[in-house]
């Protein structure tokens, strides 16, 4: 099954008429960010025909149209997961929809598990780049070449001028901050501690069951992309106990604050710095 995306997007674009620069995931732990923003619009996944809606608890689902500072934003409180059911054309076309109403930034954020030992439950890691290999690629199908090419490069996806900016605001900031390649798979199981093991060797730093298909997608349209993971625990045989999703959901609620802080100031600079110079 081939998405419409084109026609989801005019259907949309009679129900909202914001105009975003940027597009935000919001993943577990910046529930709250919506709070800060200045919402102009909200359009409800239930309310958009043809349109994947989460089914985990403590998910919302819906897009927040607004500013944050001055950034004209589409945010999404509340993303869809492979492991619910939907197909990775399903899971990814929330992506698709944010490219086409003009945000060209694709801030993502999410909750991991620690794969390096370095690593500390409540640590923020930039990613650097990821492994896509354990999932399906939300590129196969007939291509859609007014969406993006056939065989997309992939040697940049979260782009180093704008890791250079973040890494500037976390120093200026006084934020600790990471950097590290995120894997990503299906879930929902966590993982085994021989398949974090196995992770670890191919060089993942933090594990999660989202984030880089929509990086995926987003790098196919041509978008922008930057991601800040939470490493809410270590990941699965690393420390003496079991792992748990309230565990991930108590380090995810104790870092927020710090957490929404550096996502708002890198937004700032990445649309002073790098978005608006590259408009004019
Ligand atoms: N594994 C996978 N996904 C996760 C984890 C983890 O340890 N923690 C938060 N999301």
Excluded: W
């Amino acid at each position: 099954m081939s998405i419409d995306v084109e026609k989801i997007y005019e259907d949309v674009r009679k129900k909202v008429s914001f105009q975003p620069r940027a597009a935000l995931i919001l993943g577990s732990g910046l529930g709250n960010f919506a709070e800060t923003v200045q919402i102009v619009e909200t359009l409800d996944y239930h309310d958009i025909d043809g349109f994947p809606v989460s089914t985990v608890p403590g998910h919302k689902g819906r897009f927040i149209f607004g500013y944050v500072d001055e950034v004209p934003m589409v945010i999404m409180q509340g993303r869809v997961h492979y492991y619910e059911g939907y197909s990775m054309e399903q899971v990814t076309l929330p992506i698709r929809l944010m490219k086409l109403m003009g945000a060209q930034l694709l801030f993502l954020t999410n909750a991991s598990g620690g794969v390096n030992t370095d690593y500390h439950a409540g640590d923020f890691m930039l990613i650097s780049d990821h492994i896509s290999s354990f999932i399906p690629s939300p590129l196969i199908g007939t291509n859609n070449e007014k969406l993006g090419p056939r065989f997309p490069d992939m040697s940049d996806v979260y782009k180093k001028e704008i890791r250079e900016l973040i890494r500037r605001v976390a120093k200026e900031e006084e934020i600790p901050l990471k950097e590290g390649v995120y894997i990503q798979f299906t879930g929902p199981a966590y993982e085994t501690p021989a398949e974090i093991r196995m992770a670890r060797m191919l060089g993942a730093d933090a594990v999660g069951m989202s984030t880089v298909c929509e990086a995926i997608v987003a790098n196919h349209m041509g978008m922008d992309v930057c991601g800040i993971s939470c490493v809410t625990n270590m990941a699965s045989g690393i420390l003496p106990q079991p792992l748990s999703h309230k565990e991930v959901q108590e380090t995810a609620d104790r870092v927020a604050p710090l957490f929404e802080r550096l996502v708002r100031k890198s937004l700032a600079v990445i649309d002073r710095e790098y978005l608006c110079r590259k408009q004019s």
